[in-house]
């Protein structure tokens, strides 16, 4: 086994993993919840970028209803940033599903 071959594999996957993750931190993904009343824009890096609320959902007899609809925009764009990210990363490294190993925040 070559060690200087080996650290060079590394260094290369170690370079491919960085320009992957800045990708993602300019990928945007998009939910929303409340049949479009509640919008939310996360990246891939899991950074939110943008919540919009429709002035239909403010209730102010209901503020639990807006809660709750923002709540599960926010869930559901950083699911699928979380999904985007596995993806790209998983791609990147050769290495798939990067969840089934057990990392937290993958």
Do not use: F, H, W, Y
Not at 37 to 45: H, S
Not at 50 to 74: C, G, Q, R, W, Y
Request: charged share 20%.
């Amino acid at each position: 086994m070559d060690m200087n071959k080996m650290l060079e594999q590394v260094q290369q996957m170690q370079a491919q993993m960085a320009k992957v993750q800045e990708e993602l931190a300019n990928e945007i993904v998009e939910a929303s919840a409340g049949g479009g009343m509640v919008t939310v824009k996360a990246t891939g890096a899991l950074e939110l970028k943008e919540i919009k609320i429709s002035p239909e959902a403010i209730d102010p007899d209901d503020p639990e209803l807006l809660a709750d609809m923002v709540l599960a925009a926010v869930n559901e764009a950083l699911r699928s940033a979380q999904s985007l990210a596995q993806s790209k990363l998983g791609g990147a490294a050769g290495l798939g599903d990067l969840g089934s190993l057990g990392l937290p925040g993958l």
